[in-house]
């Protein structure tokens, strides 16, 4: 069983950055995929970005270039450094993984992105 809780969120003026982190309560070195999903309002949940096991990474093209993420084993937290944000990465970002063949969500947490 993996817990996970997303915390960084926040408001922040377009142009700035904000770092989100995911820390687990169970390992995350057994993970096959690590992800950032976001959710605006009246919106489709969407991938903005993954780690595999073995660090690839993959990004939307909405946020390629602007968004890093990255994991840390030893502290089981998954990270997404966001740069250069924009007034539609405003959403709620949430945490998953996927362990095995089961699938862990976070509660989210909120950026919201000001002019």
């Known amino acids: 069983q993996v817990q996970l809780v997303e915390s960084g969120g926040g408001l922040v003026q377009a142009g700035g950055s904000l770092r989100l982190a995911c820390a687990a309560s169970?390992?995350?070195?057994?993970?096959?995929?690590l992800s950032w999903y976001r959710q605006g309002r009246e919106k489709e949940r969407e991938l903005a970005a993954t780690?595999?096991?073995?660090?690839?990474?993959n990004y939307a093209d909405s946020v390629k270039g602007r968004f890093t993420i990255s994991r840390d084993n030893a502290k089981n937290t998954v990270y997404l450094q966001m740069n250069g944000l924009k007034l539609e990465d405003t959403a709620v970002y949430y945490c998953y993984a996927l362990v095995g063949v089961t699938n862990y969500w976070g509660q989210g947490t909120q950026v919201t992105v000001s002019s």
């Open positions: 169970g390992s995350i070195s057994r993970a096959h995929f």
């Open positions: 780690i595999t096991s073995i660090g690839s990474t």
